[in-house]
C-alpha cells in the first residue's frame, strides 16, 4: 500500500474498545512496574539519584535509568531490592568507536557488580547506536550492538535507534538490525532527540521486531494516558504486557502514577476527549529535521487526512 | 450508621446578630459523613437553613465560615476556609474558598463551623477564642478599609490572630464586594462581602490553641507524606507555580488564542508580555509568602515605586489587563490593590469596567453616565486606558458616581443602559480568563456552573490547555460532558475537605480520598469520594432550581456561541453547545430541563430536598 495515502495514516486515532481494554488493565501500581525512572541531565546530582532510587523501590518500578558515572552510587541505594540499575552506553550521541563502547560496556557492569553484590540480572545497558554510520552501512550497527551485548556479559541490553533521526525506511531497517542482533530491546529516543516516543514509531518497532525482543518507549512521555497510547502501539496483546517486553523510560513516574489513577475514573470519556492528532504525529515534528526528512513529512502531511489540523503549527 | 472519628471538633458556632446570642451546637455526624465539611456542609446548612427566595441582603439570609476536616493537620495546601451564604449577585448558591491563614485559626479555637444569622443595628465584630466566641462593637471601624481594620483588630487582640473583614465596598453593599483575610486572600466572588455588609459584621477575629484531633495519627502522617511527594514532583506544583505564581499562566492562555481581551471581543492579547508572569516577575515581585503550610508558594508580595501589597494574581491581570485592553502592568497592580482595600472582586471588577469601555464606546451609556465618567476621568471611557481602571477600581470601593453603576455588576450594568448583550457572565456572575471558543470543555462547565461564570468549580483547563493530568482535544465537545461532571464533583470534595484547587495539579481523586478517609476514619475510594462530590453539587443545583433557575441559566452569552475569533490559534471553532448541554444533563441524570431525576436523588440520598419539585410541578 502507497505510505501516503489517507488510509495509511500514521497512529494518531486510537480504536476506543481497544484502548479502553488496554487502560482498564492497569493500576498506578501495575504500570509503575513498567518505568524506568530516568534522570540524564548533565548536571543531576546525588540527591536527586537517591530520591529516584528511593521511588522505584517504594512504587515498584522496573529500574532506575542514569548515566555512568552513577555507577559508583546507584548499587547500593538499589540494593536488597528487585530494582534494576540502568546505565547509559555512549550517550547522547553514539559516536564513540566499537571498541571504546564495549570498554565503557565491561567497566560499568564489573563495578556494578562490585558495587551491589547481588550477582547477575540487575543491571540493563542503554546503548545509543551511531546514527551516521548506520545510514552508509546498517552491518556496522549490527557490529556494535553485538559488541556490546558480549561485554555485558549476558545483561540485557537496550538499543537506542533515534528514531526522529531516521526515515520511515529507515525505521524499518534498524528495526530489523536489532531484531537479528543479540540485544533484548529496541528503544526509540534518547530523550535528547528532535523529538520522543510517538505511537506511531512504537507501532513500526513492535511491528518489526515481534514479540521476542523488548520494545522501550522514551522521550517526552509525562502521563499515562500518553503511556496507553504507546502500550496500545507496542503491547496491545495481553502477553505483551510484562516489563521484560514492553517498557517506558521517564523523568516523571509520580505524574504518570498520578495520572493512571485519573484515567480510571471516567475512562471513556477521556479517551473520547482524545487528542489533537498532529500533536502524537511524528511527522509533525520538522523543526530540527534534516532536509530529507523533514521532506519526508511534508509529504505525509499533505496526504494525511488530519491535515486541517496543520493549520495551526502550535496547536 | 455513618460515624466520624476525626477531623472535627464538630462544633458549630450560631451567633444570631438580631438578639445578641451565641449558642454552641453539635454537627451531627451523618452530615460531615454525606457532606464532608466545608463548600458542601455550607451548601446543605444553607438549603435547609434559608427558604427560597430569600433576599440575600436581608436578615434571613445567613452566612457561614466553615472548616474541613483536613484543617489544621498540617496538610500541603490545606489551612483554608470556605464562606457559604446567599450570592446577592446571582441570587444562586454562593461559595468561595479562600487561602491564608484564617482556616486554621478558626479550627484551632475549637471552632468547625460559624453561622451568623440576623443582623446587627450598629457595627460590630465577632471575637472567637478557644470555644466561645463574643460580638463586639466596631463602630470605629466602619468605613475603615481591610487593611486598616486588620491592623487595628490586630493590634487590640493577639498578633496571631486570624482575622476576615469586609471593606467599605461590603459596608456598601456592593453586590461583588468580597470578605478579606490576611488583608490580600479574598474570599472573592459573588459578593458575599455585601452579605456580612448587610449584617453590619465589620470583621471576625479567631484565635485559639486546639488541634484538629485524628483517631490514627501514623496513618494520617503516612497518606500526608504521600501528598507531599506527590505535590512536590508535579511540574505545575514543584515548578511552575513557584517560579511565577499564577501570572505564569498569561503566556499560555493567550498563545492558546483562548485569552479574552476586549471584553471578550478577542481570544489574544497582543500584549501579553508586558503584562506576562515574566514582566511581572522581572519587574515588580518582592517575595513569595505562601498561604499556611503550603509548599506551592504562588502567592506574592509586589512592590511598584508608589505602593506595596500582594498580587495581583492571573485573573486580575488579565481582567484589568487584556480584558480591558490595558497593557501596563503597574496600573494592574494598583487596581488589584485598591479592589483588595475596599473589599471587591478583581475578577467582577475588570469585567464590569470592560463592559463599561464597550458601552462607551459604542454609545449605550446614557449621557448622565457619561458626565459621570467625563468627572471621573475627564474623558470618555476605551478600552486600554490604564489610569481608567485605577481610577475605576477606586470609585466602585467607594460606591460613588460611575463606581456605583460599575458595582452593580456587568450584566445590572449592560441591562440598565439596555444591551444585557454586552455583558459577558453566567447567572450574573462576569466570566473568568479562559474563552471557551478554544477551550470546548470549558464551555459547559462554565454554563452549568452552580455560582455561575467560575473557573474554580471545575477547572478543565488543567487538561484542556495544561495537559495535566493529560491533555485532550481543545476543539473537540466528544467526552467533555462526563469530563466536567467529574471536574465538578471531584472540585466540590476539594473545596469540602477544604484543600486548595491547586493539589489537584498533583493528585488523583484516589489520593485525596485516602487523605479525608483516614483523617475522618471513614472507609473512602476515589469512587465514593465522587459519588459525595456530586451529592454537593446536586445540593446546590436543588437550591438554584428552588430559586426558579432553569436550563435557560445554564447557558454563555451570545458572543460566545455564535462569533467564533477570527485570528489566534483558536481561529474558526464553534461550539456545540446545545447538544453538549443535553449531553451533559444525561450524564448527570437530570431531564433535558436539568431537573435531577428521581432515580439519581434517591441514590444520593436527597429526595426529602427534593420535594419541593413535585409540588411546584
Same mark, same amino acid.
Given at each position: ?187 526509540n529516543s534518547t530523550g535528547m532527540d528532535a523529538y520522543g516516543a510517538t505511537p506511531e514509531h512504537i507501532r513500526i518497532m513492535r511491528e518489526v521486531v515481534g514479540d521476542h525482543i523488548g520494545v522501550k518507549a522514551a522521550g517526552g512521555i509525562s ?52 487528542v489533537i492528532p498532529c500533536t502524537i504525529c511524528p511527522y509533525n515534528q520538522t523543526g530540527k529535521l534534516r532536509v530529507e526528512i523533514r521532506e519526508e513529512s511534508n509529504n505525509f502531511c499533505r496526504n494525511c487526512r488530519h491535515k486541517e489540523f ?6 | 450508621?455513618?460515624?466520624?472519628? %476525626? ?7 450560631? *451567633? ?53 476536616? $483536613? ?36 479550627? &484551632? ?17 465577632i471575637l472567637i477564642g478557644n470555644n466561645k466566641a463574643e460580638i463586639l462593637n466596631a463602630t470605629n471601624l466602619w468605613g475603615k478599609n481591610t487593611a486598616e481594620t486588620t491592623d487595628y483588630l490586630l493590634s487590640i487582640s493577639d498578633l496571631k490572630?486570624?482575622?476576615?473583614? /469586609? ?23 459573588? %459578593?458575599?462581602?455585601? *452579605? ?27 497518606? /500526608? ?28 492562555? @493567550? ?18 508580555? &508586558? ?50 485592553? *490595558? ?18 472582586? #478583581?475578577? &467582577?471588577?475588570? @469585567? ?59 450584566? !445590572? ?39 455561575? %461564570? ?56 484516589? $489520593? ?33 432550581? !428552588? ?7 445554564? #447557558?454563555?452569552?451570545?458572543? $460566545? ?8 490559534? &483558536?481561529?474558526?471553532?464553534? /461550539? ?42
Amino acid at each position: 500500500m502507497d505510505q501516503n495515502s489517507s488510509e495509511n495514516a500514521p497512529l494518531v486515532v486510537f480504536d476506543r474498545i481497544k484502548l479502553h481494554e488496554i487502560v482498564v488493565a492497569f493500576t498506578p501500581e501495575r504500570i509503575a512496574a513498567f518505568l524506568d525512572v530516568t534522570d540524564l541531565k548533565a548536571d543531576t546530582q546525588a540527591p536527586k539519584i537517591s530520591k529516584m532510587a528511593d521511588w522505584a523501590i517504594t512504587f515498584g518500578c522496573a529500574s532506575v535509568c542514569v548515566n555512568p558515572v552513577e555507577v559508583d552510587i546507584l548499587p547500593a541505594l538499589l540494593k536488597g531490592s528487585a530494582v534494576k540499575e540502568c546505565y547509559v552506553i555512549d550517550f547522547p550521541l553514539g559516536k564513540l568507536d566499537i571498541g571504546m563502547k564495549a570498554a565503557l560496556t565491561t567497566d560499568v557492569v564489573r563495578k556494578s557488580h562490585e558495587n551491589r553484590s547481588e550477582g547477575k540480572g540487575l543491571i540493563e545497558l542503554d546503548m545509543v547506536i551511531n546514527v551516521g554510520r548506520f545510514k552508509k552501512d546498517p552491518g556496522y550497527t549490527l557490529e556494535e550492538i553485538n559488541a556490546v551485548c558480549e561485554a555485558a556479559g549476558g545483561e540485557h541490553v537496550k538499543v537506542i535507534v533515534r528514531s526522529s533521526e531516521l526515515t520511515e525506511k529507515e525505521l524499518y531497517k534498524v528495526s530489523e538490525v536489532v531484531a537479528s542482533s543479540k540485544a533484548h530491546f529496541i528503544k526509540n529516543s534518547t530523550g535528547m532527540d528532535a523529538y520522543g516516543a510517538t505511537p506511531e514509531h512504537i507501532r513500526i518497532m513492535r511491528e518489526v521486531v515481534g514479540d521476542h525482543i523488548g520494545v522501550k518507549a522514551a522521550g517526552g512521555i509525562s502521563d499515562a494516558m500518553f503511556c496507553m497510547r504507546l502500550f496500545y502501539a507496542g503491547a496491545s496483546h495481553p502477553k505483551l504486557q510484562t516489563p521484560d517486553l514492553f517498557r517506558i523510560g521517564t523523568s516523571q513516574p509520580l505524574n504518570i502514577m498520578s495520572s493512571m489513577a485519573w484515567l480510571l475514573h471516567n475512562t471513556d470519556d477521556w479517551i473520547d476527549a482524545g487528542v489533537i492528532p498532529c500533536t502524537i504525529c511524528p511527522y509533525n515534528q520538522t523543526g530540527k529535521l534534516r532536509v530529507e526528512i523533514r521532506e519526508e513529512s511534508n509529504n505525509f502531511c499533505r496526504n494525511c487526512r488530519h491535515k486541517e489540523f496543520r493549520k495551526h503549527k502550535e496547536f | 450508621m455513618k460515624t466520624v472519628n %476525626g477531623g472535627y471538633f464538630k462544633r458549630l458556632l450560631r *451567633v444570631n446578630l438580631s438578639k445578641g446570642t451565641v449558642e454552641s451546637e453539635i454537627i451531627p455526624d451523618s452530615l460531615l459523613h454525606d457532606y464532608i465539611g466545608g463548600r458542601g456542609l455550607g451548601s446543605k446548612l444553607l438549603f435547609d437553613e434559608i427558604p427560597a427566595g430569600t433576599d440575600p441582603l436581608s436578615t434571613e439570609n445567613i452566612l457561614m465560615f466553615l472548616t474541613g476536616p $483536613l484543617t489544621g493537620i498540617n496538610a500541603p495546601a490545606t489551612n483554608r476556609f470556605t464562606v457559604v451564604s446567599k450570592s446577592p449577585l446571582t441570587g444562586t448558591v454562593g461559595g468561595c474558598s479562600a487561602g491564608g491563614h484564617f482556616g486554621a485559626d478558626l479550627k &484551632s479555637a475549637g471552632t468547625d463551623v460559624l453561622l451568623i444569622e440576623g443582623k446587627s443595628q450598629s457595627p460590630c465584630y465577632i471575637l472567637i477564642g478557644n470555644n466561645k466566641a463574643e460580638i463586639l462593637n466596631a463602630t470605629n471601624l466602619w468605613g475603615k478599609n481591610t487593611a486598616e481594620t486588620t491592623d487595628y483588630l490586630l493590634s487590640i487582640s493577639d498578633l496571631k490572630a486570624g482575622i476576615a473583614c /469586609i471593606g467599605p465596598a461590603g459596608e456598601k453593599q456592593v453586590l461583588m464586594a468580597t470578605i478579606m483575610n490576611e488583608k490580600n486572600h479574598a474570599a472573592g466572588r459573588g %459578593g458575599l462581602g455585601a *452579605v456580612m455588609g448587610s449584617k453590619k459584621l465589620k470583621a471576625v477575629v479567631v484565635n485559639g490553641d486546639n488541634k484538629t484531633p485524628v483517631k490514627d495519627q501514623a496513618m494520617v502522617e503516612n497518606a /500526608i507524606k504521600k501528598w507531599r511527594t506527590f505535590i512536590g514532583e508535579a511540574p505545575l506544583t514543584k515548578d511552575i507555580l513557584k517560579e511565577y505564581g499564577t501570572p505564569a499562566l498569561v503566556k499560555v492562555i @493567550n498563545h492558546y488564542g483562548t485569552f479574552p481581551a476586549r471584553n471578550f471581543n478577542e481570544g489574544v492579547f497582543n500584549d501579553a508580555e &508586558s503584562i506576562s508572569g515574566e514582566t511581572f516577575k522581572e519587574l515588580y515581585f518582592v517575595a513569595r509568602k505562601p498561604c499556611s503550610g503550603c509548599p506551592i508558594a504562588c502567592a506574592r508580595i509586589t512592590q511598584t515605586p508608589e505602593r506595596e501589597g500582594k498580587g495581583p494574581e492571573f485573573e486580575t491581570i488579565w481582567s484589568f489587563g487584556a480584558l480591558c485592553g *490595558v497593557n501596563d502592568l503597574e496600573s494592574v497592580i494598583h487596581a488589584n490593590y485598591n479592589c483588595n482595600e475596599a473589599g471587591i472582586d #478583581t475578577i &467582577s471588577a475588570g @469585567n464590569a469596567i470592560a463592559c463599561a469601555m464597550e458601552l462607551s464606546e459604542k454609545g449605550y451609556l446614557t449621557s448622565e453616565a457619561r458626565d459621570q465618567i467625563l468627572g471621573l476621568l475627564g474623558h470618555d471611557l476605551k478600552f486600554g486606558d490604564a489610569r481608567a481602571i485605577v481610577r475605576l477600581s477606586e470609585a466602585m470601593g467607594k460606591s460613588e458616581g460611575f463606581g456605583e453603576i460599575l458595582g452593580l455588576g456587568a450584566w !445590572r450594568m449592560a441591562e440598565k443602559f439596555g444591551h444585557p448583550e454586552i455583558a459577558m457572565h453566567v447567572k450574573g456572575l462576569e466570566l473568568p480568563a479562559y474563552d471557551p471558543r478554544g477551550l470546548h470543555g470549558m464551555s459547559i462547565t462554565l454554563a452549568t456552573n452552580n455560582r455561575g %461564570g467560575c473557573h474554580l468549580r471545575s477547572y478543565l483547563v488543567s487538561t484542556e490547555a495544561l495537559s495535566t493530568p493529560f491533555g485532550i482535544n481543545r476543539f473537540s465537545s466528544d467526552g467533555k460532558a462526563g469530563l466536567a461532571m467529574l471536574y465538578q464533583d471531584l472540585t466540590a470534595t476539594i473545596d469540602s475537605m477544604v484543600a486548595c484547587l491547586f493539589t489537584s495539579f498533583a493528585l488523583s481523586p484516589d $489520593l485525596y480520598a485516602r487523605l479525608v478517609g483516614s483523617v475522618m476514619d471513614i472507609e473512602l475510594t476515589g469512587k465514593d469520594l465522587l459519588k459525595t462530590g456530586e451529592r454537593i453539587w446536586t445540593i446546590e443545583k436543588l437550591f438554584n432550581l !428552588r430559586e426558579g433557575k432553569t436550563r435557560a441559566d445554564d #447557558t454563555l452569552p451570545a458572543r $460566545l456561541l455564535n462569533e467564533p475569533f477570527k485570528s489566534g490559534l &483558536s481561529k474558526g471553532y464553534k /461550539i456545540e453547545f446545545q447538544s453538549l448541554l443535553d449531553e451533559y444533563y444525561k450524564v448527570r441524570g437530570w431531564d433535558r430541563n436539568g431537573i435531577p431525576g428521581e432515580k439519581k436523588l434517591a441514590e444520593l440520598d436527597l429526595v426529602s430536598e427534593s420535594s419541593f419539585l413535585k409540588s411546584s410541578g
